[in-house]
């Protein structure tokens, strides 16, 4: 018997249900810590329409950010309607193992061809290889390797483009 996906744009009620998922990857894998995915850290850089919440035969499973500019992050010109920013992509351990990830990759890839947008960009972790191997996996290309300074840390980061055909 195979699982249900869905997904949805996220409103103000799904706050905890975010906060949920963001939590469960906090304690399950060594990539953000608390502070960076509580809401107090995400309302500051996102909107809540900004996030997209995908449900295992309807129970919370992953989400992801898309939005139509990064420039913190992709310092270069990119301007608006040229491509579309996928952020803070996670799946709960529960789902792990059954594409998720590339089921919300696959939905920013739908919205960047309906907005006639052609590409999908995304910055990640550069020393995380299981998760530049998904994104490669799925067709992203790495542009760039930067390490980015936040309050005085480095952060070595990938940059991926990927291509709307």
Do not use: H
Not at 13 to 40: C, M, Q, R
Not at 138 to 149: D, Q
């Amino acid at each position: 018997m195979s699982s249900a996906i869905n997904r949805k744009q996220a409103g103000e009620k799904d706050i905890p249900v975010l906060g949920e998922i963001y939590l469960d990857v906090v304690n399950n894998f060594d990539i953000w810590d608390k502070e960076f995915v509580s809401w107090e850290n995400l309302s500051r850089q996102f909107a809540i329409e900004d996030f997209y919440i995908a449900y295992i035969d309807n129970v919370p499973a992953g989400c992801m950010v898309l939005i139509d500019s990064a420039p913190f992050f992709w310092i270069e010109k990119i301007e608006k309607g040229e491509s579309l920013f996928l952020r803070r992509l996670a799946v709960k351990r529960s789902a792990a193992g059954i594409n998720l990830s590339k089921y919300l990759m696959e939905y920013a890839v739908e919205e960047c061809r309906e907005k006639n947008i052609k590409t999908l960009r995304l910055d990640c972790d550069a020393n995380i290889e299981k998760l530049n191997k998904i994104y490669q996996d799925f067709g992203f290309i790495c542009e760039k390797v930067e390490t980015l300074i936040i309050g005085g840390e480095e952060y070595p980061s990938a940059f991926y483009v990927y291509n709307i055909k």
